[in-house]
């Protein structure tokens, strides 16, 4: 399995685990010393993985990255199950996509490279 990620917001401490290749991936809060499962994530017939998450403007960010594919998939979430979904799929990042989100009104930031050392400034509306 993959590492768990770990980032807190005002509503909380998230964790988002990647238990291996045919469990989903959760993301949980840890509120007032307990534990709590947000949402189930799905997992792609890829083997996805869900990387990087981070806090920015009271929300999560985080990307999905598919094993078997050239792309990544950036995700963003409240702390809510309602208010956790796919914000874009973003083709031909690969291993190099999705890293230090910025979010300013309705509309994050991020870098991203098609091959290691390009770096691109990309962005979507959430």
């Known amino acids: 399995g993959g590492a768990a990620s770990v980032a807190a917001t005002e509503k909380g401490m998230f964790i988002l685990t990647n238990p291996g290749e045919s469990a989903e991936s959760t993301l949980y809060a840890l509120r007032g010393g307990t534990l709590q499962r947000v949402t189930s994530l799905p997992k792609s017939p890829s083997n996805s993985l869900y990387t990087q998450m981070v806090a920015v ?7 999905e990255v598919a094993s078997s594919t050239a792309g990544r998939t950036l995700w963003t979430s409240d702390g809510t199950v309602e208010g956790t979904f796919r914000l874009g799929s973003f083709a031909g990042l690969g291993e190099y996509g999705g890293r230090y989100f910025a979010a300013i009104g309705q509309r994050v930031y991020f870098t991203a490279a098609r091959t290691d050392g390009d770096v691109e400034l990309w962005s979507v509306d959430f």
């Open 57 to 63: 403007s009271g929300r999560l960010f985080f990307d």
